[in-house]
């Protein structure tokens, strides 16, 4: 029979390497927040959303005219996703849209908690790299069937993009039609003719075809969810569990953590562990 002895040595050994691991990580993060710091003389732009989408308008046109997802999904997305650029995700790397690493991937990280400590972000050399990466990143099979759709029609991507597994949140395509109809993006969408239809399908699809094979290393982020991690219960809660924050509940419900603190009454940004919370 082992010893108390020996269960504690181990449980110390644990502790010891899991702190080193925090540690790596946090040493990564500071290196590179010290790069963006440099690129950008330490003085970032603070962004509205206003001036969110005057910023980033442009490049959501461009993808849209590429791959046919409509500009106004894409702002509302990186709106959402980013909350207006202001997250350390987009201020240090780049990534409005909550892209994980993957296996293929061969940039460099960001590491910051969502699913499970430290998770893999993809840190990109500008924002204009994120947006082409979030193109990217929905030209996959169970996506497909959207790039079908006339890429002026946001409600029906809106719709799609739940049904076909990108939020767990039901109220996620409410959460992008209203950021829409709000800000008026669907005034960047614009229609294409049947002949620029075919045309942008046929190239569309071909990128997706040649993606099957790889998707598994292209799009399965390199952690999964910790095996603790409960399901959202039929009443619309959610019980906290070890290593949550409300950071990422609310990122895995597609909410705000303002949102979050709203539905629950919140006034701190504290939690604990087997505290029932409001997701929906």
């Given at each position: 029979m082992r010893s108390y002895h020996h269960y504690l040595l181990i449980a110390a050994i644990l502790v010891f390497f899991s702190s080193c691991g925090t540690r790596k990580f946090s040493?990564?993060?500071k290196k590179i927040e010290k790069e963006a710091n440099k690129a950008n003389n330490n003085n970032y732009k603070s962004?509205?959303?206003?001036s969110y989408i005057d910023e980033f308008k442009g490049v959501a046109i461009?993808?849209?005219n590429s791959a046919g997802i409509p500009a106004s999904i894409t702002l509302a997305q990186g709106i959402l996703e980013s909350g207006s650029g202001n997250s350390d995700l987009a201020k240090y790397a780049n990534n409005h849209f909550g892209i994980k690493c993957t296996s293929d991937w061969k940039g460099k990280n960001y590491f910051r908690d969502d699913d499970q400590k430290n998770d893999c972000f993809r840190v990109y050399k500008d924002a204009r790299e994120?947006?082409?990466d979030h193109s990217e990143f929905l030209k996959r099979k169970r996506y497909s069937f959207l790039f079908q759709l006339d890429k002026n029609d946001y409600k029906s991507w809106a719709q799609g993009l739940k049904t076909a597994g990108y939020a767990t949140n039901p109220k996620y395509p409410?959460?992008?039609i209203n950021t829409?109809?709000?800000y008026q993006l669907y005034q960047y969408d614009q229609p294409e003719?049947?002949?620029?239809k075919i045309a942008r399908e046929d190239r569309v699809f071909s990128e997706i075809n040649k993606n099957i094979p790889q998707e598994k290393a292209k799009f399965t982020p390199v952690e999964t969810p910790p095996a603790g991690a409960k399901p959202i219960l039929a009443d619309g809660t959610y019980t906290v569990v070890k290593g949550d924050t409300l950071y990422n509940i609310a990122k895995r419900f597609n909410l705000t953590v303002d949102e979050l603190k709203m539905l629950n009454e919140m006034t701190t940004e504290t939690i604990k562990i087997g505290q029932t919370l409001k997701v929906k």
């Amino acid at each position: 029979m082992r010893s108390y002895h020996h269960y504690l040595l181990i449980a110390a050994i644990l502790v010891f390497f899991s702190s080193c691991g925090t540690r790596k990580f946090s040493k990564n993060n500071k290196k590179i927040e010290k790069e963006a710091n440099k690129a950008n003389n330490n003085n970032y732009k603070s962004y509205n959303t206003l001036s969110y989408i005057d910023e980033f308008k442009g490049v959501a046109i461009e993808e849209m005219n590429s791959a046919g997802i409509p500009a106004s999904i894409t702002l509302a997305q990186g709106i959402l996703e980013s909350g207006s650029g202001n997250s350390d995700l987009a201020k240090y790397a780049n990534n409005h849209f909550g892209i994980k690493c993957t296996s293929d991937w061969k940039g460099k990280n960001y590491f910051r908690d969502d699913d499970q400590k430290n998770d893999c972000f993809r840190v990109y050399k500008d924002a204009r790299e994120s947006f082409r990466d979030h193109s990217e990143f929905l030209k996959r099979k169970r996506y497909s069937f959207l790039f079908q759709l006339d890429k002026n029609d946001y409600k029906s991507w809106a719709q799609g993009l739940k049904t076909a597994g990108y939020a767990t949140n039901p109220k996620y395509p409410d959460l992008l039609i209203n950021t829409i109809e709000k800000y008026q993006l669907y005034q960047y969408d614009q229609p294409e003719s049947e002949k620029q239809k075919i045309a942008r399908e046929d190239r569309v699809f071909s990128e997706i075809n040649k993606n099957i094979p790889q998707e598994k290393a292209k799009f399965t982020p390199v952690e999964t969810p910790p095996a603790g991690a409960k399901p959202i219960l039929a009443d619309g809660t959610y019980t906290v569990v070890k290593g949550d924050t409300l950071y990422n509940i609310a990122k895995r419900f597609n909410l705000t953590v303002d949102e979050l603190k709203m539905l629950n009454e919140m006034t701190t940004e504290t939690i604990k562990i087997g505290q029932t919370l409001k997701v929906k």
